[in-house]
Structures are given as structure tokens and as C-alpha cells.
């Protein structure tokens, strides 16, 4: 089924390690980005790409890497763990056009002890 | 800070009322998109209104735009209990493809 794939579902961390979030989607769309989810705080942007080998930063970059290889992956990286990344993160796509909507992935819902 | 802040927070009807959210945003826009979450779920794109557009509709949902007030609402008519979802509001601005979200409405239909 096309779409945005992201995995894992659920992970628990403990404070200090790093992993990695992967999303990938399969309708070549240029436009990819990453939000995470707070109760009441709605969605914030951390970092989002227009495209392979760009990428920029959001709202609230800090703690995060990305990287754009590919057009269809945009993994985020987690350098160092901390309990305030505790949150459910969503990755969404888009074509690159300015009227359009997004697609987005059923999250990666993240605990750090 | 949010640029689309959603009123009410929450919201509880019975099946059959219709429904309206509001959203208030703070700069120029070039479009303003409505979003449905439903709970442990990811997001999905309900309806997108131009900045030079005042009112889309789609199916029972119906988007009003007043860029002079920087408000838009989403009226859900004849609700379901299937409508219980969150729903957020979104603004696209100049020429960036990024999307801005509110905090959210959360609605409840009561069987």
C-alpha cells in the first residue's frame, strides 16, 4: 500500500542512547519532515527536506540529525537520548508544491527512562 | 510559539449536531489545511483552503477562511459517532512548503 512507513512502533530508551527512527514513503514525493507530538502541545516541527541532500532545521532541532539520501527515506537520528524526547513522533510527506497536503505515518511513540 | 491556536479545546455533541471548530492563526498564510486524528493514530488530510479562497467544501465538512481576521473554522454537519477524533488546523506561509500546526480540538460524539 502506498504511503509513509515508519518504524519502529513503540521503543524504550534509556537516557543516553541513541537510535534511530526510520520513515520511508513510496510516492516520490520531494517533501519530507519530521514533527513529535506533546499532550496539549500539538505537533512541532523538528527538521524537515525539500529534497535528496537537503535538509533543514525546524522548531525544535536540538537532540536531532537527519540526513536525506534518498528520496523515498528521511531517517531521524537521536544522539543522546534525554527523558524530555519522550514523546510520539510522526513523519509526514508531501509533493513540493505549496498547495498541497501531507501524508503522514501512524508515529513511533518513544519513552525515555 | 503556535501559529494556529484551535478553540474549543474540547468539544461534546450528540450524533446528528453539527459541529464547528475555529482556528485563529498570527501571520500571512497561503493556504490553511484541516487534519483528523483519530486516537494512537497518525494524521489525515481532510481539506485544504487557499488564502484566496473564503469557503470549500467536501462532503459534510465545510472550511471557512477570513484572512482579515486570520480565523478559519471547520463545520462538521449531521456528526457521527465515527467524527470522535482529534482535529487540528494547519498553515502553509509564504513560499515554504512546511506546515504549522495548532494544539488541536478534541471532539466527542455521543451515540
Known amino acids: 500500500n502506498a504511503g509513509v512507513t515508519q518504524t519502529p512502533k513503540f521503543q524504550v530508551l534509556k537516557t543516553g542512547q541513541s537510535m534511530t527512527l526510520q520513515c520511508a514513503q513510496d510516492m516520490n514525493h520531494e517533501y519530507m519532515s519530521w514533527y513529535r507530538q506533546d499532550p496539549g502541545m500539538g505537533l512541532r516541527l523538528i527538521h524537515y527536506s525539500v529534497g535528496a541532500g537537503i535538509t533543514d532545521q525546524g522548531e525544535v532541532p536540538n537532540g536531532y540529525n537527519v540526513s536525506r539520501s534518498t528520496t523515498e527515506d528521511f531517517p531521524l537520528r537521536l544522539l543522546s537520548a534525554a527523558p524530555s524526547q519522550t514523546s510520539v513522533y510522526f513523519c509526514?510527506?508531501?509533493?513540493?508544491?505549496?498547495?498541497?497536503?501531507?501524508?503522514f505515518g501512524s508515529g513511533t511513540r518513544l519513552t525515555v527512562v | 510559539s503556535q501559529q494556529g491556536e484551535e478553540d474549543p479545546q474540547a468539544l461534546s455533541i450528540q450524533e446528528g449536531e453539527n459541529a464547528t471548530m475555529n482556528c485563529s492563526y498570527k501571520t500571512s498564510i497561503n493556504n490553511l489545511q484541516w487534519y483528523r486524528q483519530n486516537s494512537g493514530r497518525g494524521l489525515v488530510h481532510l481539506i485544504l483552503i487557499r488564502s484566496n479562497e473564503r469557503e470549500k467544501h467536501s462532503g459534510r465538512l465545510r472550511v471557512t477562511l477570513d484572512t482579515s481576521k486570520k480565523s478559519s473554522s471547520l463545520l462538521i454537519t449531521a456528526s457521527r459517532a465515527a467524527d470522535t477524533a482529534s482535529y487540528f488546523c494547519?498553515?502553509?506561509?509564504?513560499?515554504?512548503?512546511?506546515?504549522?500546526f495548532g494544539s488541536g480540538t478534541r471532539l466527542l460524539v455521543r451515540p
Open positions: 509526514a510527506s508531501s509533493l513540493r508544491r505549496v498547495n498541497y497536503g501531507y501524508t
Open positions: 494547519a498553515t502553509g506561509m509564504d513560499s515554504s512548503y512546511k506546515l504549522i
